[in-house]
């Protein structure tokens, strides 16, 4: 949200546009769900803030007021409208909120040594990036003792690795068993098909796919935030 480059290109004005007018058709037919889709779409095009609120809600207001004005939708109609807008600003505070929150933390993401295999892992860091994580991506073939002392120096909350060999599991207990020598407050959430015998513990989430990651690392930072 509101990383985009300086200068608004035409594509992304005439995204804003179309928005807008999806955004006003929902407000005038009182269609909430509709309304929280055009900000959201609005949110994932990487609009700001200030965009979102002067060139999609604003906007719709003014064409509701105009259309009151001239007798052409009702006083509910328009009070309905405004309703609406209200709790999808509500919405958009929250995002950024959890946004925010989640630039605070740090996720560190390997793959064990030996393991090459890291096509998932540059997914889910692309995910955890977009979800606000400040990602330290350390790639491919990463022994233990150096992903140790990365966690020390980088201080990460949470590990996210990768195992696709099998015999995985080994070595993916070995990084963690080294990385809580340096870092006992990380949290690890690991995934791949040579972790298929491996089962969840506190403070280690297993998943079994991309999608789980930014919600089992929300989780793991929650947990922490509760110790
Ligand atoms: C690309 C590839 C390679 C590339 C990897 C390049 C790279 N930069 O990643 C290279 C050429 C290096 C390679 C090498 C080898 N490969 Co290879 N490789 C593949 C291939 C074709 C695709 C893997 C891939 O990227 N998949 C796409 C990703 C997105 O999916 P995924 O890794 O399966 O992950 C899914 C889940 O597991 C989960 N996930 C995974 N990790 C995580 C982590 C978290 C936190 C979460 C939330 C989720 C999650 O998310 C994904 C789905 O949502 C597979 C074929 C296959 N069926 O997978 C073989 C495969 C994995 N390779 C295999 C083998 C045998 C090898 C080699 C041993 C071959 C050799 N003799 O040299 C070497 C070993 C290298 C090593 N030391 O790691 C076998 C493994 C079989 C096994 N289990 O024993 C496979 C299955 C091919 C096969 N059918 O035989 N390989």
Not at 34 to 54: K, N
Not at 63 to 81: P, Y
Not at 111 to 133: N, Q, T
Request: net charge negative; hydrophobic share 45%.
């Amino acid at each position: 949200m509101g990383d985009r480059p300086e200068k608004p290109t035409e594509a992304h004005e005439a995204k804003l546009t179309e928005l807008q007018r999806l955004y006003a058709t929902a407000l005038l037919m009182g269609d909430e769900i509709g309304a929280e889709i055009a900000i959201r779409d609005a949110m994932d095009v990487g609009a700001s803030t200030a965009e979102i609120d002067d060139a999609i809600i604003a906007p719709a207001l003014w064409l509701v007021g105009d259309l009151w004005e001239r007798g052409e939708i009702t006083v509910a109609d328009e009070h309905l409208a405004t309703e609406i807008s209200i709790r999808v600003l509500a919405l958009q505070r929250e995002a950024q909120r959890v946004a925010h929150a989640r630039r605070e933390q740090r996720i560190m993401l390997a793959a064990p040594a030996g393991e090459l295999h890291i096509v998932a892992l540059r997914m889910i860091g692309d995910l955890l990036r977009e979800a606000g994580y400040d990602v330290l991506m350390l790639g491919a073939d990463v022994p233990a003792a150096d992903l140790a002392s990365a966690a020390g120096r980088y201080e990460p909350d949470v590990v996210c690795m990768t195992s696709t060999l099998p015999g995985g599991m080994d070595r993916i207990w070995v990084a963690i068993d080294e990385v809580q020598e340096s870092r006992p407050d990380a949290g690890f959430v690991v995934g791949g098909r040579g972790l298929a015998r491996m089962r969840s513990e506190p403070g280690i989430q297993v998943c079994q796919r991309i999608p789980e990651v930014v919600e089992a690392v929300d989780a793991m930072v929650k947990r922490a935030d509760l110790n």
